[in-house]
């Protein structure tokens, strides 16, 4: 399961070189340059801890240093004018106003995030002797890293499950995967339980 943790501050960047043709959700292409886009990983830390926290700021830094801010705000000013357009229902609308720079950036996001996880996700299971995959979570909903994940758990001859797109919407289906065997166990915290962001799963 691909669980979402911190990398401590500090991380050094690795560079993640997207080769031309990525392509976003939703989208058949990308055409243009790749944009190379940098992962935080630190080597003194275990592969099973993930931030995009590094990412974001690169893609930050990207659109300030290639003078993308004119074609954002025009873009907003165009989204704020068709307020139920969602990308599953207006899509030609949406990539409309998206110029090639940005469709470049989106894609070049997408496989540098997917590369990532598919990584950290598969040399773990290697290393736990995991013979089993479950993804979950929003990110369990993307086209590209389904397709990605399924390969390589295909070559690695293990099995992998991915809740349906309805299920995919949020961390619900995953919660519910690591509380199933500690209800089947009658395992049942306090009621004096609080919310803990940091706890992690199976703790």
């Not at 290393?127 to 990110?139: D, E, N």
């Amino acid at each position: 399961m691909a669980n979402k943790a911190a990398v401590p501050t500090g991380s050094t960047a690795k560079q993640a070189v997207i080769p031309t043709g990525a392509e976003p959700e939703g989208r058949s292409e990308a055409e243009g340059p790749a944009v190379p886009l940098a992962v935080d990983h630190d080597p003194e830390f275990t592969e099973t801890l993930f931030s995009f926290s590094g990412i974001k700021t690169a893609v930050l830094r990207y659109t300030q240093v290639h003078e993308m801010q004119a074609s954002i705000e025009h873009r907003r000013a165009v989204l704020a004018t068709m307020p139920d357009a969602k990308p599953s229902t207006a899509l030609a609308e949406v990539l409309a106003v998206c110029d090639q720079p940005t469709l470049d950036l989106i894609a070049s996001f997408q496989r540098a995030v997917v590369d990532d996880l598919r990584r950290k996700t598969f040399r773990t299971a290697e290393a736990l002797g995991a013979t089993t995959l479950l993804v979950s979570g929003g990110v369990a909903a993307n086209r590209e890293l389904r397709v990605r994940f399924t390969a390589e758990a295909a070559d690695r001859d293990l099995f992998i499950a991915f809740p349906s797109l309805a299920l995919s919407t949020d961390n619900a289906a995953m919660i519910a995967a690591a509380a199933w065997p500690k209800f089947l166990a009658r395992d049942f915290a306090a009621e004096t339980l609080s919310a803990d962001p940091g706890l992690a799963l199976g703790r």
